[in-house]
């Protein structure tokens, strides 16, 4: 089933249980997936489906730090929803620790050594990540072993 069928039938099942804040948010990923097939003109592979999604996350927890920073822990709150909601269509997320160990592989591999070669591990790192980390983490990750 892809990603875009599971979004239909869950938008189904929160509608029969009267869901609407589920509703709200699996409607949005919806509409975020229409408007990028109708862009592309034609279906949308799993990895593009996946692309789209993130991007639907990284904006949700963009605009939650800029909330919190403005102290509006009602909206924080609500964007709080919205970000679970989303990550159960997104790939198990790695932890900081797994995130380290694949950037060290990765750096073993490219034989990066100074910051010069940010751009080629961050490149490789997001590429055989992608999903399953946010790109702030690996960032803040490549900075330090770099470093």
Do not use: C, H, W
Request: aromatic share 2%; no cysteine; glycine share 4%.
């Amino acid at each position: 089933m892809t990603l875009t069928e599971q979004i239909n039938q869950d938008i189904k099942t929160a509608m029969k249980a009267k869901d609407k804040e589920t509703l709200k948010v699996i409607r949005m990923l919806k509409a975020a997936l229409q408007k990028e097939a109708i862009d592309q003109a034609g279906d949308l592979t799993a990895d593009q489906e996946l692309t789209i999604i993130n991007r639907e996350m990284k904006q949700r927890r963009d605009a939650m730090a800029e909330f919190a920073a403005a102290n509006r822990q009602d909206l924080v709150a609500d964007l709080e929803q919205e970000i679970a909601i989303v990550e159960k269509y997104l790939p198990t997320q790695l932890s900081e620790a797994e995130v380290k160990a694949k950037l060290e592989e990765i750096i073993a591999a490219t034989g990066a050594n100074s910051a010069k070669d940010f751009g080629k591990v961050m490149g490789q790192a997001m590429a055989q990540m992608k999903g399953q980390v946010d790109g702030n983490v690996v960032n803040k990750l490549v900075k330090e072993l770099l470093a």
